[in-house]
Structures are given as C-alpha cells and as structure tokens.
C-alpha cells in the first residue's frame, strides 16, 4: 500500500529498528552505510551533477562523523570497547615520516588544480574588513533593522482569518500559500526565504527579546551553499563576498597528547592521524567550496537579501496552534494571545521546539526553553549557570540526549601558526577533544568538549581567580615542555590548543552542555514512522527535528538542506487540502539522509575520545576510525 517513492524511507526505518531492538547494531551500522553510498535524490536532495559517482562523492564529502553516550548500535559499541579483544603491537613500531607533514603531496595536488578556488590573503586591510562586517551585522541585528516589533504590523497578513471551505481552497498567484515559520535562527530564515522565493507569503516569529548575534562563524559546506544558490542566488554571492574558503587548505585530525598514549610508539602530539581536502570531492561533483561566515552576517544577508522587510517579528513565542482541518490551514496563538492565521506552519524554533513538543504529544516541560539558538545565544554566564541544572529535567521531557560532553567555545581574535597549510582540525584526547577552524579575519573558532555529566558549572570569577574558565582550560590541555605534569591524567598536550586558548579572553568562552536527539524515532506508531517530523498543515525543520552534535559542521547545513527541500515541497501545491501529504513527503524524504548523517555525528565523537583504544582492536578499530 506504500508507494514506490516511499519504500526506501519505510524499509530503513523498519529494518533500523528491528535491528536495534534485537540487539543487532553490527547490521544495523552496516545497512546505515549501505544508505550512505545511495543517490541524494533518494536521501533527500540532490543538486545537478553529470553521473551518479559525482552523487556518491557529494554524500561521502557530508556524512564524517562523531558521537558520545547514545542509543542503538553506537551505544552498543561504545559499551563494547573495553571489552573487545586488544593487540598492542598494532599500535607500535616505526612512526610514519608522513604523520608530521601538513600537507601531503596528495592533497597538494587537488589544491593545485587550476579549478581549485583562490582565497584572499589575510592583511591588515581584509581582517578588518571581515570584523568590521561582523561587527555592522551585529548592530544591525540589535537594532532589529529591517525588522517588525510590536505593534507596528497592526495590518500585517497573518492577522487576518481567511473565510476557508471545508476541503480547502485553490492557490493562485492572487493567493499565494500563507506560511508561519517559528524561530528565526538559520533553519527559520532559510526555510522563509525559500518559500518566498516561490511566491509564498511567510512570517517569521522569533521568541528572542532582541535578534542578539549568536555563536561563532559557521561553516558553510558545499552542500549547503549549493541549496542557497538554489534558493536565491543573491544571498549566494553575497555570502561568498562576506566568506573566506577554507576548502583550499588541509583538514583532519591529530593526535593530541602524548604522555599516556597507547599510540606513544608511533605519534607525537601534533601528528596528524588522518588528513583529507573538502575540495577535490566538491570539484568533482561541481559543488561550491566550503566557506566559513559570521552567524550575524549570514543572518543579515538572509534578512537583507532572502526576505521582505518586516517578515521577521521578534519577541513572539508561538505557544500553541490549532489545526483548522480539511485544507483550512492552522491558527498559531503567541504567548501574548495574539492570533496568527496560515496555510502552514514550520516549526524552526531549535532543539528545545515547542511546535515539536505540540506536535508529538510531548511532556509539559518539554518545549519553548530558550537555551538554545538566537534566544540562548545572548544568554550571559550567570544565566547559563542557573540554566544548566534545568536543562536535565527539559531534555527527558523532550526526548532528547546529553551526549556526554560539555563544551567550551570561544572565537579568537588570533592569526593562527598553521594558517596556510590548515583550516580544520581536531586534536584527540582522552575523554576529550579540542576542535579549530579558521574563522576568517585572522581569527580561529575554537571548541573544547569534555566529557562529563550534565549540569556542571565553573565557579563564579573570585580576586584569588578572577578567569575560572580559563583556569580550568589551561590544565585540561596543559602543553608538552611547559614541566605542567600535564593534565589530570598525565597526558601533555600539542601546544596549540593553549594557544587559540590563551588568545581568548574569559567573557568570550562560553560553556554549554551539548544535547542531541535520536536519529530515527524509536517508535510504533505508523504516523511517526512514515511522517516524524509532519502532521497535517504542519512541519519541523532544523534543529527541531534532527539537532546533533558539531563536530561534523553539518547542523547548520542540514538545517540549510531542510529550508530549501520544504520550499520545494510546498512550491507545487495548487490546492491546500495537498499540503499534508506535500509535508509528508518533505519528512520522508528528508529523514534517511539526516538520520545517517546524525548517526555518525553521535558514533565519531565517542570514538574521538578513545581512539587510541580503538586503534588496538583489530579490524573493527581502524575501521571505524578511517570511517
């Protein structure tokens, strides 16, 4: 009874669960990797290419993965590592002259190509221009230029109640589908401005206070620009101005520390593990080089470029909706009580999502928590603080995970030593990791994740010790040769994460725990499993339905990936009463590709912070590791 176009997304979801339930997950992994190696128009979306490989080559380049404490098979593997069988000799004998060179000659080699992309090099003049940009879009977004607040769309569209017959109305160009989207965040803006790129009316309700700039730089990967050029090709060039590639330099990762090593034999902290280029498999299959841009400026561009002045209202929290029933839309009430009147309505309002918590019958104290997103980013230390503690009891309200790590993060306004060989790396550790990107303008995004329990806090700043985070970062990744004796567990660190660390300044690390959710439902309920992020007028998109953890830099791309695939969706209805099933299908279609995706993101941070273990286990181990 299913239809063809469906049965890949059924059959995975079945067998998945099957296999996790029974206690199976070596199946379970391997039949996730045979999805990885299909088609994008099957995981959900594919740009043009010229052959099926270019297809395989654009899914390998997004599916990289990482993990921690989870469910299903990673779970089970992770619990399994003490216990599988280890050889020592695996791990010993002459250190390879290679480990220690940035750049291999393979790599060169792409980089060298003639097609490859040219990036601007870092002066005085362009750092402050980059800063200057990010510091204009900041201003812009706390003056929310461009911007509705309060009162002043008495008249907007979404006021008005349409008089809908049962079984719906026609959608013309005279009366375009009428979309809400909750939550401004990067998911929101380019779910709205993929919807009004095909001719839709949309309205954006942020619960922020103020559209504050949040987070750090992102990377933009190339599967991520590619559905914006789609989207709007100005935004598109826009962001490739505001950028700076980073597809033109190695990435991968390193092997952290040394004293303590079970690798001891074969690395020094600082050699590189694994190294790999974004380019070559982008070139190949006539994707856009990944660039990393401020979250501000990206917000700007979005707002500037992708969408009507006054689309995005701040300070309004959608707390519940109706569905009208029968193609006549939804009614959202905000928690002023003010109504708002659509054919549909997106739920983009993070990992905390009160249209998810509505949507799937969740506890009362699962949804709307601003933690997260434009709201949680200007949340200050003493904030964050009272807020960690409450974030355990919401995240099992909400079905969502503490992966097992906090993390520390903070954008240093530093010029990095490797600069021109290296754009991403992540030196390895035990029961942590360090991650560095470049973030363009001669400064470096930086991310310590620990493991530990939820629900930790650094002491308040005291005369004695007035830089507490700092305090503890310096020990936590103390340097060889600096006669620290290391870290708490002896091992002494590569240098250079005390060096983006000691460029930073206290007020700009920020900790948070991080929380993801499960790839695919666990679930019997025939709606969940066919539609899990749908039901009738209404979708999830972003981190609303598939938040993960960051080491892959692919959360904010899917989410990217999610906007454009909805707009699509909704762009070939001619009659309301075919928004559920248009919906449907964008769920469905998105949900294998995102599930994969998210899998590996759980499974490669677990093994991140043990893979010198890992790399003792024969077969398995560095297996698992090169995937």
Known sequence: CIPLEHSTTVLYIIVYNIMTFTKLPCLAVLFTVAFVVQDQSVLGFAPPTTSSSNSNSITKLNVVGQQAESFGPAD??????????????????????????????HVRAVLNRPDAPVREAESEERTHRIRERFEQAAKDARALKGMCVGESDDNAWWRQKMIIPKGGRAVTKEEPLRVLVAGGGLAGLVAAAACHAKGMKVAIFEQASTYAPYGGPIQIQS?????????????????????????????????????GNKLAGLYDAGDWLVRFDTLGPALEAGLPATVVVDRPVIQQVMVKHGLPEGTVRIKSRIQSYEDLGEGRGVVATLEDGTKAYADVLVGADGIWSQIRKILHGLGEGAGGFAASGAAGGALDDAEARKLARDTIQIAEQADRRHSGFTCYAALAPHRASNIEDVSYQILLGEKKYFVSTDGGGDRQQWFALIREPAGGVDPEPTPEDPTPK????????AAVGTGSGGDADGNEWDPFALELINASSEDDIKRRDLYDGAPLLTTLDPQRLLSPWAKGPVALCGDACHPMMPNLGQGGCQATEDGFRLGEELGGIAHTKNIPSALGKYSRVRVIRTAIIQGFAQLG???LVDFDLMMTIPILGPFFLRM
């Open 470 to 477: 700092l305090t503890r970062l310096r020990k936590e990744f």
């Open 76 to 105: 089970l593997i992770r619990k399994a590592k003490s216990s599988l069988p280890q050889i020592d000799w695996l791990a010993e004998g002459e250190p390879p002259k290679e480990n220690k060179v940035n750049m291999p000659d």
């Open 605 to 607: 941070s677990d093994l």
């Open 223 to 259: 599967n991520a620009l590619r559905a914006i050029q789609r989207i709007n090709p100005e935004c598109y060039e826009e962001l490739l101005k505001a950028g700076t590639v980073t597809a033109d330099r190695v990435s991968g990762l390193k092997i952290g520390y040394r004293k």
